[in-house]
Structures are given as C-alpha cells and as structure tokens.
C-alpha cells in the first residue's frame, strides 16, 4: 500500500530539476529564435534599401537634367526618406575646343558624383556622367 501512495506522489508533477531543466531549455530556445529574427529583420531592411535604391537613381537623374548646371553644381535633394548630395565636375567644355560648331552654345560633359544616406546612413555612392548645354548670351 505504501508503495502505492508513493507511486502517485511521484505522479503529480514535476520535480525542481525538471522544471529548472525546462526553464533553460526554453530561455536558450527564445534566445536563439530571437537572434534569428533580428538578423532576418536586418536583412529585410537591406534588401528594402537596395529595392528602393534604383527608383531613387532615376528620380535624382531626372531631377538633375532639370537642374542648370550654369550657376549650381552641388546640392542635396530629398526624395522619399532618401537624401542624395550630388557634386557636378566640369571633366569637357565645347569652348576649349580648337573648332567651336556653334560658338552661341557652351556643352559642357560633367561627372557628377552621388552618394545615397537613408536615415542619415551611406546607403551607397555612385558616379554618373551628364551632359548640359546652355545658350552664351553676348552682351
């Protein structure tokens, strides 16, 4: 009889150690499934910029063949959550040309350099290459 009774003490939960083992098992558990998540997170937010990166490439060139090159040639412009500091640099000029076609029109080839922050972080530089032209006015 006694042993029994023993039987169904045993029976009727868990013991310290069983319960301190489980408590580990599932805190080790939580930690690794949150340190995945995180860096998923991390991931997801890289690959959104990247994503996000080209269309804001051609919404900052088109706003910079809009831009007279004559009198501005760096600025920053705000597209988005996306900032972009842009610097123009004369690389040719038609009127350092031994042969000027049309002497009324300065062509000029720049390099204009462009660097993307999101959240004030350096997403990425790129340089790029336009050509603006504008009338020389004779006085």
């Not at 868990?14 to 991390?42: D, N």
């Not at 994503?51 to 597209?79: C, K, P, R, V």
């Not at 997403?123 to 020389?136: C, H, S």
């Amino acid at each position: 009889m006694s042993r029994i009774i023993s039987l169904q003490r045993c029976q009727r939960g868990f013991t310290l150690i069983e319960a301190i083992v489980a408590l580990v098992v599932l805190s080790i558990s939580i930690g690794v499934l949150s340190e995945w998540l995180g860096s998923a997170q991390v991931a997801s937010e890289k690959i959104q910029k990247n994503l996000m990166l080209e269309q804001i490439f051609d919404e900052t060139i088109a706003h910079l063949q809009n831009t007279s090159f004559e009198n501005e040639q760096d600025g920053e412009i705000y597209i988005g959550e996306m900032r972009v500091l842009w610097q123009a640099t004369p690389l040719k000029n038609s009127q350092d040309e031994p042969f000027v076609r049309q002497p009324e029109w300065e062509v000029v080839l720049f390099k204009v350099e462009l660097q993307f922050y999101y959240k004030a972080e350096l997403v990425a530089e790129l340089d790029t290459k336009l050509v603006k032209q504008w009338q020389i006015i004779s006085q």
